[in-house]
């Protein structure tokens, strides 16, 4: 098990900023595909960004222009703008070894993913 743990998750009003972080001291980026994953009450969980193994951002399209994925040897990163109050949600951080190609909105997929962290959450309020 690939120990992630988020972080940055508060209430802010809509309109506003925030930024997740995700981190895994025993991670090796390079190895493994990260992505970042939300969950509403009463809904599935959906995937919100990802770095593909092309090595390009894939968001889905509720947040594409308002979040950007980012990382560094130390943790993956989203950065939230313009938030929304259907943005409210518990976000997760995912990774899978990097075992298969994973392209486009298949890296969106919750099923391509082993690891998960516990989640952290965001509440948009309008």
């Known amino acids: 098990q690939v120990p992630l743990v988020e972080s940055g998750g508060d209430s802010v009003q809509a309109g506003g900023s925030l930024r997740l972080s995700c981190a895994a001291s025993?991670?090796?980026?390079?190895?493994?595909?990260m992505s970042w994953f939300r969950q509403s009450p009463g809904k599935e969980r959906e995937g919100v960004a990802a770095?593909?193994?092309?090595?390009r951002p894939v968001y889905a399209d509720s947040v594409k222009g308002r979040f950007t994925i980012s990382q560094d040897n130390a943790n993956l990163y989203l950065q939230m703008n313009s938030l929304k109050p259907e943005d409210t949600a518990i976000y997760y951080c995912?990774?899978?070894?990097?075992?298969?190609?994973?392209?486009?909105?298949?890296?969106?997929?919750?099923?391509?993913?082993?690891?998960w962290g516990q989640g952290t959450p965001v509440t948009v309020s309008s």
């Open positions: 770095i593909d193994s092309d090595g």
């Open positions: 025993q991670f090796i980026y390079s190895r493994y595909y």
């Open positions: 995912a990774a899978d070894g990097r075992w298969r190609p994973l392209t486009g909105i298949q890296a969106l997929r919750q099923y391509e993913y082993t690891h």
